[in-house]
Nanobody
Framework: QVQLVESGGGLVQAGGSLRLSCAAS????????MGWFRQAPGKEREFVAS????????RYADPVKGRFTISRDNTKNTVYLQMNSLQPEDTAVYYC?????????????????WGQGTQVTVSS
């Protein structure tokens, strides 16, 4: 089993930045691909970014390309999401997730473990 705990959410003005962190409780963190999803009230959960477990390999949703950066530190069992140039449309609960496979698509059911989420609110 893997436990995931997100932190770093909060209230920020449009154009500002936040860095989200996700700490994983596992003895084999480097064997998991990690992803970030977000969900606004009344909306479906939406893919944001993911990172492969070993070599550098990344995926980003089009709305966040050039603004968000995903990274991981396997020595600390932690994955990060640096969010710059935030806009009100980015307002959502952000979830950290882990999976044991690297498939061709990014959908919620591909991920085995989920954190509780952290709220990000961007004011105009």
């Amino acid at each position: 089993q893997v436990q995931l705990v997100e932190s770093g959410g909060g209230l920020v003005q449009a154009g500002g930045s936040l860095r989200l962190s996700c700490a994983a409780s596992t003895h084999s963190f480097s064997n998991y691909a990690m992803g970030w999803f977000r969900q606004a009230p009344g909306k479906e959960r939406e893919f944001v970014a993911s990172i492969k477990w070993s070599v550098g390999s990344f995926r980003y949703a089009d709305p966040v390309k050039g603004r968000f950066t995903i990274s991981r530190d396997n020595t600390k069992n932690t994955v990060y999401l640096q969010m710059n140039s935030l806009q009100p449309e980015d307002t959502a609960v952000y979830y950290c997730a882990a999976k044991q496979t690297w498939s061709g698509v990014e959908v919620p059911y591909e991920y085995n473990y989920w954190g509780q989420g952290t709220q990000v609110t961007v004011s105009s």
